[in-house]
């Protein structure tokens, strides 16, 4: 079955606390993420909480990335989902590793969207829990 | 391992069409599901495509709230995704599913942010493909 969308859902782990509770530099960090898959930025939206912590997602023409922080516990919850053939949502993930200094990455993808002769949409995981920081990641 | 967030993963199949291409009736049941949910609304950011499909997420205090819409196949693509002990998130993807009337849904639920002692975080799936209707989720 042929997926309308790939989703990368990933748990970065050990990053920059000070990277993980600025606002502007998260947001910075994937609306850039987004133009290194190669998607459409649509809409932003962030928000930081006190006394930490930063929520944000950007809207693509080919779905989302979405960022939630916990510095006090050096941890990210990433989603990075993308559709079509011109975008590479893997892209986004290393760039936003990266710039996070995450060492310890636990990523899965999600096919989203596979479709039967009946019409029926469901979605389909490969999971790769791996530990050893960013070289995991842009081997993948 | 305890988890910091649960994230349910969403496809709707056989959704009423006319519903899926209405900006501001998807982004009333998204900024609704998110009460549902018990969740506090932070921002949020929706984009109608031409010719037809919605992108919306709502970020809330609590993490998130995306759709991605395909009317033309009557296709929703939805992500729920809360922290804390005070959010019910099922209560907002039962409440999404009945307003696009999804005849069909695909669900799985992701735990996110489990962490062992030396502070690496991940996620488990527990996934539920059924056929079937609303009354599935309803009685998840």
Redesign the interface.
Known sequence: MKA??C?I?A????CNPETLTDLNLIKDIMVKAALEAKAEI??????R?TPQGV???V???E??L?I?T?PE???A?I?I?T?GETTDPWAACRFVADHLEAQ?L?I?E?K??M?NSR?????A?S?T?I?GGLKVVQSA
Chains 1, 2 share one sequence.
């Open positions: 309308i969308g989703h859902i748990e970065f782990s050990h649509k809409e932003t939206a962030f928000h909480f929520s944000g997602v809207v693509i023409a779905s989302h979405a939630h916990w516990l050096g941890y919850a989603d989902y559709c310890d636990s899965s999600v989203r969207g479709s019409g029926y949409f469901s979605h995981f999971k829990h530990t």
